[in-house]
């Protein structure tokens, strides 16, 4: 694990704006933390080649999209061994469904977030990428119910 990077107020404010806005013109941002435009643009760069700023996204409304469903699933996989590993983790790279993937500690090996028009969609995921992947011991999915919280910005 990284060390975590020291910042100051003028970088710390910075990353929150871009947080809330990343349309943000280095103007807008050096107006609303009291810096000049040059060091801001300098800062700025600097994170970036850093690799604090890992990209700049539009979130998109998933429902109106017609992803009306959101899927956790937990997954087991039969063996430990790494070319199993690297192979269910190839597999799940390749699907646009899968929003997240994370490595877990505990009763499952992956949680995955997908997204998915319906649950015959759903299924159509579990056919394709997950009973044909023979590293996959047990999967259990959870259908979300409805969306209480979900924000990217870090609390800084």
């Known amino acids: 694990m990284s060390q975590p990077v020291e910042l100051d107020g003028f970088e710390r404010a910075i990353l929150v704006a871009l947080q809330k806005n990343a349309r943000l013109s280095v103007q807008e941002i050096a107006d609303s933390i009291g810096l000049s435009a040059s060091p801001t643009w300098r800062r700025i760069k600097a994170m970036q080649d850093a690799g ?4 700049y996204v539009a979130r998109l409304d998933a429902a109106k999209l017609g992803f009306g469903q959101t899927v ?11 070319e199993a590993m690297r192979d269910f983790e190839r597999a799940i790279l390749e699907r646009p469904e899968v929003l997240q993937c994370f490595s877990m500690t505990g009763s499952a090996d992956y949680i ?3 997204v998915v028009r319906d649950a015959a969609h759903y299924e159509r995921f579990l056919q394709e990428a997950v009973f044909t992947n ?3 011991q047990h999967i259990s ?11 990217t910005a870090l609390p800084l």
């Open 141 to 151: 999915s959870h259908f979300a119910l409805r969306e209480i919280k979900n924000v």
């Open 52 to 55: 604090l700023v890992l990209d």
């Open 112 to 114: 995955i977030r997908a």
């Open 72 to 82: 956790f699933a937990n997954v087991t996989l039969i063996k430990h061994q790494r």
């Open 134 to 136: 023979p590293a996959i």
